[in-house]
């Protein structure tokens, strides 16, 4: 018979709606409105999963995430989902679970046999052993340790489903949608506020979707959905069901995670699985509930053992009992309702024990005054025997146990930022402090308001005063306001396997010896036992093990503390804090101007930052990079090539200081520059160090154009807008970032002086426009365009710039002219053989540590002036003789490889750090040279000229014969730079 | 965090980029007789408070000011925020 | 009382009866030789090994809360010694070198895990600088191992090798590199502290140095005063609080720096793996879960906890380069204060105050260091010279500019 713990009628399910499910290979049905925890023990399934560490049978114990039991791999394949709460997986046609955590079938889990061992598996053991010998740690204890630890497994496939980020802002953030929430949300809502109310639960309403109050007329759950409908007319609120608020940042922003589709098998086309929202509120009520706290007793972790408020949502929200004979263990009135409540169904109560003596009788069923010393059933609760008040002892038979030591407010959202909560007598439970995250407000059962009266009029209070309201047009309906009655009570004397934490299988024993080992603080108990440390982090455990801490130590609970409330609210898949962040679409893509060309001239393409840079372009028969890249560079040293730099960043400095304040941003003058020249800028930090090089070219007395490398764009412009504002502010001078601005073409070799002439307007020739001349033009017959007679590859070269708009046509303008000179377009390898075969510094050698002197420009460093970084480049440090200096290297044997990275000792000297003379920062194959050529730094290098050293690179097992020689291997006298 | 830039109104933090302290406005005379140890202690010793703390935010996704921001570093609570330029002119500094 | 499996089995078997507290619980003495403030790693080891290694007696460490509460309670666990510069490589090659004993040595299982650290390289930039460092590691002694993208692809088959933005170009290998059980470090070394003779005072807070004619002579506390011929600070995040009772200011800021540990997971990942073109590194505990983390915040910070865009784009970075991860679920973040130094390294030093030690400026590097930290801060005030190690972690670097600065960001604390 399926569904034979489901009552015949009630509960908030859909009957018309059977859903067919597999839980470990089985069928099962249940109905629309379950959850999977509900649906199977609507079939009979007490045993859902295995604990960490004894691998003991377990059930579950709650009906809402705080569950730490009923964990299961929810669906199949790549969407397989470890860890999945029962208690909160809203079932559907056709979903898949297996339990976890087990070796065998769940039923016969041989790891089963640690719980036989349990006695040497106590808190901390594993500190205390397996040292012996040293090397079996990784060897043999750890992995099996490991094989046995983990609960659920990952599929390791790729996350199919698309997660989303958004940012919503309201003037009231409502968290939590049971009566304190909806009266909050309701209050604010018909006032005219902009009202979000989110609530982890796929059907708001909270409790009172788990009671048989009325509320007025209404069951309560009735109401609850009344009033949701009402809010969701209302076109200032928004409703959120399926939504957890898992923490508050600072100044009112909460992180939001809305479960989109996690109640389907399959998110609909187009839609996320989940999106994460970031809510800006400029007030927040908290009204997230309480949770009910177990008590602790001698194997009190049997499948059907469950908190007595559970007991309840399961009957009168999912109309299921978990057996049909139940019993109550209760030092409070609240377990009374459970009896109450499964008594009217037909459930057969057992009996009601309650620690107290003036307990509330009942004429349907026995309650007695006493406690629960033990249990049976080896993989579900069969029989629980009780101690009585006057010593004698029963046996009670029955398959479900709800216990009840009292609720827990939820106070952790009030604690995100670090606030402490306050211990409350009454309630013997921790109630949130005074120091509140900036605009919070708590209300309902999360501020200690227990009753259902008190938080309907607490959540309307809350909104009428965090929203500066005088009146409401909310009348609340007259509901339950039953008084706190209830004796603290955490653990049964005596009691020693008495689980805590049962996911974590912490006991009562494990503090106790953590007591005795000296482990006394709060934090230092959770580290050493792993109490609290579970998916739950804690929820129903804690505060049991930080009574007995305190009963221990002989303090009072306020005086043990508690440990910090840290986000998430409930474990929250990576994926959605990742959003679309992935894969293709991790980072942003940068394209060039002339993107689209060089795809169509089959490119290779490579990742410079966030740019897709041509990194060269194969030509038919190529084989390899090398080939092509030869190709180019012989090509543009023999008569023209073209390269797309627009990546370099671009500053325009304009203003009647603007010479003065490149004057402070560049380490050399700039003072002098005439109108229409260009000059290299060495830019330093303030610590001394060089930040990044490039050039300036004055195009008019008040206008300056600066490059930056690649990389630097963006920290260079950053560091001149904070020289203008926070050093100068006086200087008339402005800065505007033009990097995507204008689409800037190198057009380099003996020839490009005559292919630019065919589409310039102006006079090119070397007389008119010699090197580092620098001017405003128009090309193609009034395009204006920018013109610089400058050059990283060593050749006769300009750089040509026109507005971006017309980069692509520029390229392809500049390609049909070329032709007769077989213009060669070129990537980023060549430019960088061509520039190492020139001596130029570049990134790899401007890494953040090197000086001027390094890169032998110390004497352009001027002392007349003020410029950043001046003063500190003087430091000693910076300026020992046998300072590194750089250097070219090139390999005695000319077919040797000369490998970037690798370090340069001395012919005779050991090889070791001690020794080390220096590094190559980049290398390449010169096609010119016919051999490796590199670049790096040697001590003192610029005095050791000729010298032949040891190359080592022992991680790449290399080691060879170098010269050191000018870094300058082609045209060292710049000849072909002015022709 | 939400920075309530001066001209723009309230923006998050993540359209700014963090310096430091607004300390390093004051940039030591290069030509004083002390300068390379008044540049030693600007540029490396700090307050390093534990409570109010003036830094320097640059508005990097926004109008690319520089402000300094009066920012509590125990609790994150911001007092007030003015753009850095009216700060360094306050301070005396010029051209 | 000396632990082992022998012990345990005998406990087990006679009720755990005779399992006696880790360390005591002394009450301040009037006067010490040695004042270590900070009950942290740092701080416990820097007791273990004045009095283990270098003879010393009468030592004290003093700690505002309990013993552990910091950043050794709060970290990433990850150690190994993949350091560029000749400052840094030989004392965290002297560090791995003494995780590798630490066990035997304390008689704690602090689960020292030699599982590997492999750094994910995406560019020929970044290749050519991960060959230098690979060599500068083998040649002070370390080990390093190029890996191949394959070689990648065979060991972690799920990491994103097919539809990268930043494609895995090969890694930089150190199998010594991996994991150890943070609070056990403590826990171990204040046990061996403590059974040397240590005294480990907890919740005792530091309110100020007691400072005359240039001398420090010792600590007013919570608890009273306290006298000491030489007193240490090991305070990592909260340097600048401390240092500020002694009128000094260092080249220190405290940011927050955010950890992240998901749900226990059947083991999925043998090693630690980070990720060179997105902020995110990521190892798997013994208990299974995936410890993770990035960047720092990026502000000066007190406050232990930091903000989602940081949460972000660390699990952004997780979902590029092992896109799997989006079905686990973040358990817990938490944030440490980071004694982010001017240049990303460092100070174990003697200060201008006679009698007055300092150790900090860890950055977020600090847990691989406590056993070399502590031994070098020991041997720094024994000698009141600076071990062979660490001779380069000096205050007057920055005015000498001598800085050890790896990731050559210059002095701008956050960009470390």
Redesign the interface.
């Known amino acids: 018979m399926t569904q034979h713990n489901r009552f015949s009628k009630g509960g908030q399910i859909d009957r018309t709606t059977p859903q067919q499910f597999v839980f470990d290979g089985k069928s099962y049905e249940g109905y629309a409105g379950d959850t999977l925890a509900s649906a199977l023990l609507a079939n009979g399934v007490r045993l859902m999963g295995r604990s960490f560490k004894y691998h003991r049978p377990r059930g579950v114990l709650t009906a809402g995430s705080e569950e730490p039991n009923a964990l299961v791999e929810l669906r199949e394949g790549n969407r397989q989902e470890p860890n999945t709460r029962a208690t909160t997986a809203e079932l559907y046609d056709g979903l898949t679970a297996k339990s976890q955590n087990r070796l065998g079938s769940l039923r016969f889990d041989l790891l089963a046999i640690n719980d036989r061992l349990s006695n040497f598996f106590t808190a901390g053991f594993y500190y205390k052993t397996f040292m012996w010998p040293a090397a079996f740690w990784e060897k043999l204890y750890e992995p099996i340790i490991r094989h046995a630890a983990g609960l659920g497994s990952l599929s390791l496939k790729d996350d199919p489903d698309v997660y989303d980020k958004g940012f919503l802002h309201c003037d009231l953030l409502i968290i939590g949608a049971g009566p304190a929430g909806l009266a909050a949300a309701l209050t604010a809502g018909r006032a005219g506020a902009d009202v979000i109310i989110a609530d982890e639960d796929f059907r708001m309403g909270g409790r009172l979707n788990s009671e048989t109050f009325v509320l007025g007329d209404d069951s309560g759950a009735d109401w609850a959905a009344a009033s949701v409908g009402e809010l969701q007319n209302l076109p200032n609120v928004r409703v959120m069901p399926r939504t957890t608020i898992i923490g508050a940042f600072d100044h009112g922003i909460y992180g939001a995670v809305e479960r989109i589709s996690d109640h389907l098998k399959t998110p609909e086309a187009g839609k996320p699985r989940q999106i994460l929202w970031r809510i800006y509120s400029q007030r927040t009520i908290l009204a997230a509930g309480a949770t009910e706290r177990p008590i602790a007793f001698e194997n009190n972790d049997r499948p059907g053992i469950m908190l007595a408020s559970a007991l309840r949502t399961y009957a009168n929200r999912f109309s299921v009992t978990a057996d049909k004979r139940v019993a109550i263990f209760t030092n409070n009135d609240d377990g009374h309702r459970t009896a109450r409540d499964l008594h009217a169904k037909g459930v057969k109560i057992a009996a009601v024990v309650d620690i107290r003596p003036d307990i509330p009788r009942s004429t349907d069923y026995e309650v007695l005054q006493g406690e629960v010393i033990d249990t049976k059933g080896r993989l579900g609760l069969t029989f629980v025997d009780v101690q009585l008040a006057d010593g004698s002892t029963r046996v009670l038979d029955c398959g479900a146990l709800g216990v009840s030591g009292g609720w827990n407010p939820n106070v952790h959202m009030t604690c995100h930022q670090r606030g402490r909560p306050q211990w409350n007598d009454t309630l013997a439970a921790f109630v949130p402090g005074a120091d509140l995250p900036q605009g919070m407000t708590v209300a309902g059962a999360a501020k200690g308001d227990l009753s259902t009266a008190g938080a309907l009029e607490g959540g309307r209070a809350a909104a009428l005063a965090t929203l500066d309201l005088k009146t409401t047009n909310v009348d609340l309906p007259v509901a339950e306001d039953a008084p706190i009655a209830l004796k603290p009570f955490w653990y049964v004397e005596g009691c020693s396997r008495a689980w805590l934490d049962p996911q974590n299988d912490v006991t009562v024993k494990d503090v106790k010896l953590s007591h005795q080992e000296g482990f006394r603080s709060v934090e230092h108990l959770k580290r050493y036992t792993t109490l609290g440390m579970a998916t739950d982090q804690g929820k129903t455990s804690n505060m049991g093990g930080l009574a007995i801490m305190a009963e221990l130590a002989g303090k009072s609970i306020p005086d043990v503390g508690t440990t910090i409330f840290r986000p998430p609210y409930t474990p929250t898949a990576i994926g959605a804090f990742g959003g679309r962040h992935r894969g293709q679409d991790f980072h942003p893509k940068r394209l060039t101007p002339s993107h689209q060309w060089a795809t169509e001239q089959g490119a290779v393409f490579v990742e410079v930052g966030n740019w897709l840079r041509a990194q060269w372009f194969p030509r038919d028969g190529e084989t390899t990079w090398r080939e092509s890249v030869d190709r180019e560079v012989l090509a543009t040293r023999a008569s023209v090539g073209v390269c797309d730099v627009t990546t370099l960043g671009k500053v325009d400095v304009q203003g009647t200081d603007a010479a003065d304040f490149l004057n402070k941003i560049y380490c050399n003058g700039f003072a002098k520059l005439a109108v229409g020249k260009t000059r290299y800028g060495l830019m330093l930090r303030e610590d001394g160090i060089a930040m990044d090089d490039g050039t300036a070219a004055r195009l008019a007395e008040d206008h300056f154009v600066v490059t930056t490398t690649t990389a630097n764009a963006l920290p260079v412009y950053r560091h001149m807008e904070f020289v203008r504002q926070c050093l100068f502010p006086d200087m008339d001078v402005q800065l505007i970032s033009t990097t995507e601005a204008w689409a800037q073409y190198a057009v380099a070799g003996p020839n490009s002086r005559s292919v630019l002439e065919k589409i310039v307007d102006q006079d090119i020739s070397n007389d008119a426009f010699p090197f580092m001349a620098c001017a405003n033009i128009t090309v193609c017959g009034g395009l204006r365009a920018r013109l610089f007679r400058i050059s990283f590859s060593g050749e006769l070269a300009f750089e040509i710039a026109v507005p971006t708009a017309y980069g692509d046509a520029l390229m392809r303008r500049i390609m049909d002219v070329g032709a007769e000179h077989d213009i060669t377009p070129y990537g980023t390898e060549a430019l960088g053989v061509m520039r190492i075969e020139k001596g130029h510094a570049a990134g790899n050698e401007l890494n953040g540590t090197t000086t001027a002197q390094n890169l032998g420009m110390g004497r352009m460093v001027s002392k007349k002036k003020d410029s950043i970084g001046s003063i500190l480049s003087e430091r000693e440090g910076l300026n020992m003789a046998d300072d590194l200096r750089q250097i070219g290297i090139k390999p005695v044997d000319p077919d040797a490889l000369v490998p970037a990275g690798a370090h340069l000792m001395k012919m005779d000297g050991p090889v070791d750090a001690a020794h080390d003379q220096g590094y190559v920062t980049s290398a390449c194959y010169s096609p010119n040279l016919g051999h490796a050529i590199a670049l790096g730094f040697l001590k003192n290098g610029s005095e050791r000229l000729g010298e032949r050293m040891r190359l080592v690179s022992p991680l790449t097992q290399i080691e060879t014969e170098v010269e050191i020689v000018s870094a300058h291997f082609i045209d060292p006298e710049g000849g072909r730079l002015r022709a | 965090?939400?920075i309530e830039h001066p001209l723009l109104g309230p923006r998050?933090?993540?359209e700014f980029?963090?310096?430091?302290?607004a300390a390093?406005?004051d940039?030591?005379d290069?030509?004083s007789q002390t300068?390379?140890?008044d540049?030693?202690?600007?540029?490396?010793?700090?307050?390093?408070?534990?409570g109010w703390?003036k830094?320097?935010w640059?508005h990097?996704a926004g109008d690319?000011?520089?402000l300094v921001v009066t920012?509590n570093?125990?609790?994150?609570?911001?007092s007030t925020v003015e753009?850095?330029?009216d700060?360094?002119?306050a301070r005396g500094?010029?051209? | 009382m000396r632990y082992s499996g022998f012990k345990v089995i005998k406990e087990a078997l006679t009720g755990h009866k005779g399992w006696t507290p880790a360390w005591r619980d002394p009450e301040p003495q009037s006067h010490y030789d040695y004042i270590i403030i900070g009950g942290g790693g740092h701080g416990l080891a820097t007791a273990y090994y004045l009095a283990k290694e270098y003879q010393q007696k009468r030592i004290a460490v003093i700690e505002k809360g309990w013993i552990g509460g910091g950043n050794v309670g709060r970290n990433t666990t990850i150690i190994r010694s993949n350091y560029l510069l000749d400052g840094n490589e030989p004392f965290y090659e002297f560090s791995l070198k003494l995780w590798e004993g630490l066990e035997q040595d304390l008689n704690y299982n602090a689960m020292v895990s030699q599982r590997g650290i492999l750094n994910l390289i995406h560019s020929d930039a970044q290749r050519d600088a991960f060959i230098r460092r690979g060599n500068a590691m083998i040649l002070n002694g370390a080990d390093a191992q190029m890996l191949t993208t394959e070689q990648i692809k065979d060991r972690y088959p799920f990491l994103n090798t097919d539809d990268a933005r930043f494609p895995i170009k090969g890694g930089l290998a150190q199998h010594r590199g991996g994991t150890v059980r943070h609070d056990a470090v403590a826990w171990g070394y204040a046990r061996g502290a403590d059974s040397r003779g240590v005294d480990i005072i907890q919740n005792c807070e530091v309110t100020g140095f007691r400072i005359e004619n240039g001398k420090c002579l010792g600590v007013e506390t919570s608890r009273g005063f306290i006298g000491g011929t030489k007193v240490g600070c090991a305070v990592a995040g909260s340097s600048g609080r401390l240092m500020a009772k002694a009128d000094m200011r260092l080249p220190i800021e405290s940011h927050v720096l955010q950890a992240f540990v998901s749900e226990g997971l059947k083991p999925v990942l043998p090693g630690v793996v980070t990720f060179g073109a997105g902020h995110f590194y990521v190892s798997q505990s013994d208990k299974g879960g995936l410890v993770f983390g990035g960047d720092i915040d990026g502000y000066n910070s007190y406050a232990q906890r930091g903000n989602l865009p940081t949460v972000e784009d660390v699990c952004e970075g997780g979902m590029a380069i092992f896109p799997a991860l989006g079905r686990a679920r973040l358990l817990r973040m938490w944030g440490g204060i980071m004694d982010m130094s001017m240049d990303g390294s460092p100070i174990i030093d003697r200060t201008h105050i006679d009698g007055l030690y300092f150790n900090g400026g860890w950055c977020y590097g600090g847990f691989k260091a406590t056993p070399a930290s502590g031994f070098c801060f020991a041997h720094l005030l024994t000698n009141d010279t600076p071990h062979a190690t660490a001779t380069a972690y000096r205050f007057d670097r920055f005015q000498k500019g001598l800085m050890i600065d790896e990731k050559g960001m210059g002095n701008q604390p956050n960009l470390h």
């Open positions: 965090m939400i998050d933090a993540a980029t963090y310096m430091g302290d390093l406005i940039r030591p290069w030509q300068a390379a140890q540049f030693y202690e600007y540029g490396y010793l700090r307050d390093n408070p534990a703390h830094e320097l640059f990097e690319r000011s520089w920012r570093t125990v609790t994150h609570e911001i753009l850095a330029r700060v360094a002119r500094r010029s051209k």
